[in-house]
Nanobody, 119 residues
Framework: QVQLVESGGGLVQAGGSLRLSCAASGRTFSSYVMAWFRQAPGKGREFVAHIGWSGKSTYYADSVKGRFTISRDNAKNTVYLQMNSLKPEDTAAYYC????????????WGQGTLVTVSS
């Protein structure tokens, strides 16, 4: 089972960019589907994007489509979230998650990294 550690969060002005990273331990990283979720203050957890084990398949929430890009480097056991044209409503704790290709839910989670977008 992999363990996940996110990094790259911080404070940015609206319109700016950030890149989040999620480093995974374990030799089976390439067999996991990876995703990013976020949770804004006082709100529930929200799906952001996911990427298949090979990196060829990606899917985004409508709220971030065209602004965020998820990618992975299986040689480095890392998944990324490039966030451009950030908006104040993107302010949230961002979580990396993993599941096996046969699982129906994401069961492995990182500790989260905070993104704050100022207006």
């Amino acid at each position: 089972q992999v363990q996940l550690v996110e990094s790259g969060g911080g404070l940015v002005q609206a319109g700016g960019s950030l890149r989040l990273s999620c480093a995974a331990s374990g030799r089976t990283f390439s067999s996991y589907v990876m995703a990013w979720f976020r949770q804004a203050p006082g709100k529930g957890r929200e799906f952001v994007a996911h990427i298949g084990w090979s990196g060829k398949s990606t899917y985004y929430a409508d709220s971030v489509k065209g602004r965020f890009t998820i990618s992975r480097d299986n040689a480095k056991n890392t998944v990324y979230l490039q966030m451009n044209s950030l908006k104040p409503e993107d302010t949230a704790a961002y979580y990396c998650a993993a599941r096996t290709v046969t699982a129906t839910t994401f069961e492995i989670w990182g500790q989260g990294t905070l993104v704050t977008v100022s207006s």
